[in-house]
């Protein structure tokens, strides 16, 4: 795609929190240029005003996010609204048809078109490569899927937390995947900047609130979609998020049930195998359990496996940053490998912590 | 055990967090006098200095937790760390036998000796009256025990919520206990004043932090003894605490498989005929969840019941807060059943919020 | 006014914080029975929906806020946006000339026409009497003004807390008003529920940041009229407010340079003649300096009072829950006072806490 | 020192957050390599045990702090309690004689002997070079002083704060030195991992408390040195910090009398001309006033400069991350010149914000 070293790069929704998050990456990434940022009605503003911690850029100004310009750049991010990013990437990819495009959105995530008509509604767009490059499918990780690929969809953050969580215990057989529960402890930062009453921050302070509960959260098909991937038939899962007092971070107890004759250490070894190699999902020793304060800004997932033999289930804790991993990281990891740079390049697998 | 209109009461614990609430609770009671308060290090420090919020006490001194010091009281709270209540308790008793005790540890919780060994040891102690009162006991209320007890061991805080939660579901039949989840989002008040390095605000702060993993928390087998003597036969629960970035508070997101055949009416008129009559347990009206914020310093669970058709369980959400209902409110609801007194007397059905 | 033990009692913008915090109070106000509640936007919305919070008037409903509503109420209070109390005041006291009318609102609180067209703007409104009983004015309380008053100006809760902090020093001339530095820590809860990115729980969570930097913020001239009510004369006072992630609070640090030849003690004796007989404004032991967390949901203010030698300066620091001593219970406070009722009634000395 | 391009690096006090924050720091350093790790009662432990957000370190161990560990290394940084610094430096000195040494701790800042034997005690220690690059001194800036120094003081994170927001006016002569008060809004995480019961999660959270009030906070010699340095005469300073619940940052309200007859305009460009090149001390744009969330994880420091005419006090407000610019940050960039390395090396300008 490009012979020179540093790539050129667009951001759409560059005004929102996920758009903040891959500028962020981006500015510290060795081979990248940022070029156009675009946005909707902060058009014309200064970078420093909206989005104030990108000291870098703070003299950039947002333009419009009008197909024409995306033109002259290597890689796009779209970070719009759910159903902003199926038009205007038809759109881009006649003007730039060599362009690599990258979703955070969730219009190019899924296969399904009757679990897109139940939880999205509108027109269905066709699938991208799933930007989760540890995922296992089948024996393989979904890394090998995204090289050289040209049309990437970011995950969303919940989805691949609760994912790459589980996929190990699946792939090999040891949990029963028609039975998961999922309970996620997740930061008002995933929710972006909505103008809404139940994310001020008098509300949030002090109190923990569940939403989207009983079956209906839109990342629960995306799950689906990963365990079945994985080798998983029957998958059914109890979803509920619960806002908690920290702007970023998602920590998700997600539980199944043991597969019948299972050791704790056949169970172990499912994770360990999975992710053993990768440097951005790790497996914490046993005994410790993951914290998301330790992932902020990090590009990390950490997990503990637990069985619980009395409950016959089997614990798997994950924690990440929204944000980063879960979003804007997990964008720039995929596009790394999709253009061939190193899988790290630009992301820190440390956390700002405490 | 008493003609006039006050009770006299001690609070022995009285400068840990647990005291503390007891005293607030106390202090706005309008048949209760303060007597003695007691406290291991603090003794001979003004109150002021260790609970400044307790102003109307500000000018009292803690006392050593000596049985002679709880002579002449009508009432008397035990806010111990586990296995102290169990020694002081008989020489209290002993001293002045007429006086109703109140424990708000564990020890006069369990009703299994095996139970106590495994998950706390030590000295087993003879089980109380468990002081939840609107827990259902077979197709009555634990209510009708409580009327002139004099022994009464006040909840954990964790267990009771779960309990309430999943009781009417347990009693009708409506939901299998066999394979319960419960994650619950916990303030670290609940932990007390323990000087513990991942108490300390900067590791809280910002994060949300699993404990006790894979069936070891010591509110288990209280929740198991709760479901149990609600009608379950086999109850097996995978619990996880979640400690948060909010002082108060635990919302608990608990689940279990729905009973083949039931439908969704049948099962929220298990928890509508539980607790239609009940002030301090709250049933929201469908569609609307939960928030601990909305509980704080108020003796109220608020709980909302949802089907998962597709998951195929039952989600039950509940709010309360860990010192006041969770402890210290039931702690006094059950003093106001066993003397006679309205239920509710010193006692806020509405929380501090936002 | 009436010849009966209860009051009955409207609020007008019962939708909102400074609404909800006042109904909290009133519910367990003996002499008070709850008539009306108005609201703009939430009119015919259940009280449970908006204010989840207060469970014992959940199945209430909003109605609209016009003048006809609050025939038949002993009391009005209005917890409206600045410049509605102006209007529906003239409109409810023609209706109910009897009626006691406490606006939460600035429309009432200025003396000085001219500060109130440079801070606010808009019709002026004459003032009615400033509803902080404890303040100075000049040798006497301001209680004095509030018994058998008919219209009453509940305080700003941050002018409140800076005048009761400063008031004693300037009263008896060991400070200088002329160099008033206060900085304040303050939650969002003051702001209300306004829809504002700045006070998404996102921005606030993990940050402080000041506004109204520079001697713009509306409360400057209400603590410059009070001050110079102590006695004051040339006043001038540098006023920042941080914005803090804690739902509720204020932590005031104000100083004011030390008089020439005022000794320690002298400085001390002040605060201490001006409140040792106050139950809701409390001076702390020397070497305690209060926490915002301890006045919770209490009608208290906290305070310390330190001489710095060094810096020739007195630094005092008070601690208040805004909605509660801050606005709502300053509110009921002073219709205590007005009605002749005991003046704590239905108010808590005691926090929250932690 | 080393014509290599990788520095070997040592720590001192690693198992503590500011030890922590360097190692994060230095890990994205591309010119470094981290040597030995030394901790106290952490000898033996995992890094991953202790700094569990430091992934790229977790499988390394804590060693002693003797001087002998330090052999071969060609920077040692001591993030050590204040007094212990003093001792090792020597030793290693000795040792190692080329190596550069960068205390984070008190021990070497202060060159007035009066001050140190009033605000710390015990052995006073040469003053090294301080470790502010971008203050002024007289008309120059701190930073020449560091270029090939082998001995550097990094400063305290509340003084090195005001001192950057102050000095700039004091060095213009646009503020008088003589009444400055700073309040300053600070996260716990600047008392380090200390088991003080004020510094738990439950106290903390949803409180504002100060501490050190009065003119005995530590810091406030180290910041009159700093504004003596820049030209200041007779410096006083009312210094108040609040601990408020987040885990990092440090918002500094100060204000400073204006000096008689300066105009607004002035008094901006003497902080424009200060900071306009520098990169990690930025003036905001008119109107715009800085969060500490926007500075997390970033070596920089936020500032607006307001003049209040009517107060006639000059308000400057500056944002940092205390364990990153605060300390970390300003060693490292310390290190950076010292070495002759580009100045930002492994630093980042930008937070981590929301």
């Known amino acids: 795609m490009h012979n020179g070293t540093r790539y050129r790069i667009a951001v759409a929704g560059a005004s929102g929190y996920a758009g903040g998050e891959i500028l962020r990456i981006l500015s510290g990434h060795p081979s990248c240029e940022i070029g156009v940022l675009t946005a909707h009605s902060q058009v014309g503003q200064l970078v420093g005003k909206v989005q104030p911690h990108l000291r870098s850029l703070a003299h950039r100004r947002f333009e419009d996010t009008t197909p024409e310009n995306f033109i002259g750049h290597d890689v796009v991010f779209l970070a719009l609204p759910h159903g902003k990013s199926g038009e205007i990437s038809d759109a881009i990819a006649q003007l730039a048809p060599e362009c690599l495009i990258i979703d955070c959105g969730a219009d190019h995530r899924l296969i399904d078109v009757e679990a897109w008509d139940e939880f999205y509604g ?120 619960v806002l908690v007092p920290m702007s970023r971070g998602i920590l998700a107890t997600c539980s199944a049930p043991l597969s019948p004759g299972v050791d704790a250490a056949t169970v172990r070894s499912a994770w360990e195998t999975a992710y053993s190699d990768e440097q951005f999902v790790q497996l914490l020793p046993e005994g410790q359990h993951p914290a ?18 009395k409950a016959q289930r089997v614990v798997v804790i994950a924690a990440v940053d929204n944000l980063a991993k879960g979003t804007a990281g997990a964008a720039v990891q995929s596009m790394n490998i999709a253009l061939g740079l190193p899988e790290g390049a630009g992301l820190s697998v440390n956390g700002v912590a405490p």
């Open 122 to 241: 509108g027109s269905f767009h066709a699938p991208w490569v799933y930007g989760v490059p540890e995922l296992l499918v089948g024996k393989t990780k979904q890394r090998d899927n995204l090289i050289g690929a040209q049309r990437i969809a970011a995950p969303g953050c919940n989805a691949s937390t609760v994912a790459l969580a589980l996929t190990p215990g699946i792939s090999a057989g040891v949990i029963d995947g028609s039975d998961v529960v999922a309970v996620l402890a997740v930061g008002p930062s995933g929710a972006g900047k909505s103008l809404k009453p139940n994310l001020l921050a008098s509300e949030i302070l002090g109190s923990a609130s569940p939403y989207a509960v009983g079956g209906v959260h839109r990342h629960i098909p995306e799950i689906q979609q990963a365990l079945r991937g994985a080798g998983g038939e029957d998958i059914r899962i109890s979803f509920t998020p």
């Open 292 to 309: 998301t304060g330790w992932t902020v800004g990090a590009n990390t997932v950490l997990m503990s496996v637990t069985v619980d033999e």
